[in-house]
């Protein structure tokens, strides 16, 4: 049985001319850039939230994505006929990896035993379908916000029994990524946040997400899983304010419970731009700290302003953020995950292939232009050139911490007036990026 008939059995590479709807323009997994392959650097994932369980649903409207592989059941029978077809999606797409919420692989069952013996069906069929197709597991992670009991929130609820079925369900999660070899695991905040602050303790709420957390990285370690822990920001939706907000609040939340050292970011483009902030600075951001651990590549539409989690195809975008991935040496263990959905106007299962198509030559086509404005090192010294103050004179004495406030005023008594400003040149140096493109 074969649900995309129409696909041959491995999406080819065809170069830049190609008008074939089914090759890849740009993504060539082989072919090197910066002394490694473009597989080894992009790292591709396929969420099997959007791409296997989307039906298209969104607040005005019901379903539009009826599957033909799916009988809309939730028994353990459809889940392990929709894991046989995500296999054959991905191995046609030629990706290395995927990722999933436990509830999307398995339904819940009456009770937690039932739930994680469901589960435990299904992560077998997932198992025997990793080595047949040599596809990897970039990351699992626990939905702990679907669900009614969920609603107050999980790690952070009111009520202290949800915090322990969290607790149960993340160990589960825990105990199935690693059996499935996966390289990291995530923590996105689900309903972690509030809509009111009048009913609303805050500080007991994250005291409790920090020991949930921490009881996270003690139960890693002993049953020795050793993938790499990661926060994913988002500021807000589905609360109004979102505790792990952007990658300075998680930075700081890590920083102030002493679970640093345990935690990387899983950054994700739409919740940055959610953030008011840019993918690029926020990528910047973390790398700086040595905090960039994966990324969930995405697009969203300004003139929606909400999380519409689309397929990124923007150049420009790309390349900045493999401008940054570049400049802190890659993802690995993290990978380019693509948590993005097709329209709910985009019907037939063929649109999976175009979006992932899309997607993968828009990363492809923004590593080699971020390979390439590095290569000629414009940029870097331009940078360089623009901090030059600071290599000698008052500058190194500054930065090498031997000036103070007298020094610095008696300095500039003397001096009288500080060396004049240099252009910034923002707009030759858009001009100068555009280039590349
Ligand atoms: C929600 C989101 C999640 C996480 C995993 O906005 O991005 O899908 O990536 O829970
Ligand atoms: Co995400």
Redesign the pocket.
Same mark, same amino acid.
């Given at each position: 049985m074969t649900a995309f008939p129409e696909v041959p059995a491995r999406i080819p590479y065809e170069g830049p001319q190609s008008r074939n709807d089914l090759a890849f323009r740009w993504y060539n997994e082989d072919e090197m850039v910066e002394g490694k392959s473009m597989k080894e650097h992009l790292r591709f994932s396929v969420?099997y /939230?959007h791409t296997f369980r989307g039906t298209g649903a969104d607040p005005f409207g019901a379903p539009t994505l009826l599957r033909p592989w799916d009988d809309g059941t939730p028994t353990v029978e459809n889940a392990i006929r929709r894991v046989r077809v995500a296999f054959e999606f991905m191995e046609k797409l030629g990706v290395p990896y995927y990722a999933f919420?436990d509830r999307d692989v398995a339904p819940e069952g009456a009770t937690l035993a039932e739930t994680n013996r469901n589960l435990d069906a299904v992560v077998k069929v997932l198992k025997e379908e990793q080595q047949r197709t040599g596809i990897k597991l970039l990351w699992g992670?626990a939905?702990l916000f679907s669900h009614p009991r969920y609603a107050h929130g999980a790690a952070t609820s009111c009520n202290a029994d949800v915090f322990a079925y969290a607790a149960a369900q993340v160990k589960k999660c825990l105990e199935v990524t690693k059996e499935l070899g996966g390289e990291n695991y995530?923590f /996105?905040g689900?309903r972690e946040g509030y809509q009111n602050l009048f009913n609303t303790n805050m500080k007991r709420e994250l005291d409790h997400l920090a020991k949930f957390l921490h009881m996270a990285v003690d139960y890693a370690k002993q049953i020795g899983f050793t993938g790499q822990f990661l926060i994913?920001p988002?500021p807000k939706?589905p609360t109004k304010h979102q505790y792990d907000s952007d990658c300075a609040a998680c930075l700081n939340f890590l920083r102030a419970y002493d679970l640093l050292d345990h935690f990387k970011l899983?950054i994700?483009t739409n919740?940055a731009t959610l953030a008011g902030h840019t993918m690029m600075h926020e990528l910047e951001y973390a790398g700086m700290q040595g905090k960039l651990g994966s990324i @969930?590549a995405n697009t969203g539409d300004l003139l929606l302003g909400w %999380?519409t @989690?689309q397929f990124p195809t923007n150049y420009y975008l790309t390349a900045e953020i493999m401008l940054v991935i570049l400049k802190y040496g890659g993802l690995a263990p993290g990978g380019v995950n693509f %948590?993005a959905k097709v329209r709910r106007e985009s019907l037939d299962p063929i649109d999976l292939f175009h979006a992932h198509i899309g997607g993968m030559d828009a990363f492809a086509r923004g590593l080699k232009i971020a390979a390439a404005i590095r290569k000629d090192g414009i940029l870097d010294e331009f940078v360089r050139r623009r901090y030059r103050s600071w290599d000698e004179g008052i500058g190194a004495e500054i930065e090498a911490g031997r000036a103070d406030f007298r020094s610095l005023e008696a300095y500039m008594l003397d001096k009288g007036e500080a060396a004049p400003n240099e252009s910034g040149r923002q707009e030759w140096l858009e001009n100068v990026i555009n280039r590349y493109l």
């Open positions: 969420v /939230w919420h992670t939905n995530v /996105w689900g994913e988002k939706e899983n994700e919740h @969930d %999380d @989690d %948590d």
